[in-house]
Structure formats: structure tokens, C-alpha cells
């Protein structure tokens, strides 16, 4: 039982990182860079906000709650899903990342104050 879970486990790890390896791509980086923790959310920051520093903010008490949910419905957004896309991100990466990158999500501008998912 216990290596069936762990198998799993690995699977779906090895689903989170193929699905951020694509979303990397879509945005025009490396690849491999979704497989480096602390760079790929330097990155991420770096290419939504502007400033990858910002990630700072993850190390505030209570705060990082916010910022956390914030950059994954940006990172939606940027891909023209919608807020709930963004919150899945968030709350279950090993199945909304693969969807999102290897689904049909084109990637737009990137900057949180441009992208606005299309109605409908």
C-alpha cells in the first residue's frame, strides 16, 4: 500500500514539473528552468510582475496566502484562463499544470495588468 502511494506520488510530481517544463516554453524561457524550485519562482515573478524579487513576499506570515493565490490567477490570466483556472493552479499544480501545458492555453503578454480572460 504504502509503495503504491509513493509510486503515485512520483507520477504525479513527474506531472507537475512535465506541465510547468511546457508552460515555461509557452512563455519563451528554458525548459529546464521549471525544474530549478526557487529559480522557476523567481522567474515566474520576474515575468508577471516585472520584478523577480517580489517573490519575496512568500516569506510574510499570512501574507504569502495572498500572494500565493494572486501569482497563480495572474499566471491563469496570462495563459487567458480564468480565475478559478488560477486557483486550481494554486491548490492542485499537479493537475492544472499539465492542462495548461500541454493543452491548447496560448500564452499572451505575461504582465498582470494586460491579460484579462475572454469572456464566454
Not at 509557452?26 to 529546464?32: L, Q, S
Not at 522557476?40 to 523577480?52: A, D, K, W
Not at 494554486?90 to 494586460?114: M, W
Request: some cysteine; overall charge positive.
Amino acid at each position: 500500500m504504502a509503495q503504491t502511494a509513493a509510486v503515485l506520488a512520483i507520477l504525479l510530481r513527474f506531472a507537475w514539473i512535465a506541465g510547468q517544463w511546457r508552460c515555461f516554453q509557452k512563455m519563451g524561457c528554458h525548459g529546464w528552468e521549471a525544474a530549478v524550485p526557487i529559480y522557476r519562482t523567481y522567474l515566474l515573478f520576474h515575468e508577471l510582475y516585472g520584478y523577480g524579487w517580489q517573490m519575496l513576499y512568500l516569506f510574510l506570515p499570512l501574507y504569502n496566502i495572498y500572494v500565493y493565490l494572486k501569482y497563480h490567477v495572474h499566471l491563469a490570466r496570462s495563459f487567458n484562463q480564468r480565475v478559478l483556472f488560477g486557483i486550481g493552479l494554486a491548490l492542485l499544480p499537479f493537475l492544472f499544470f499539465p492542462v495548461l501545458g500541454f493543452g491548447g492555453a496560448v500564452y499572451l503578454d505575461g504582465s498582470a495588468r494586460q491579460t484579462v480572460p475572454s469572456a464566454g
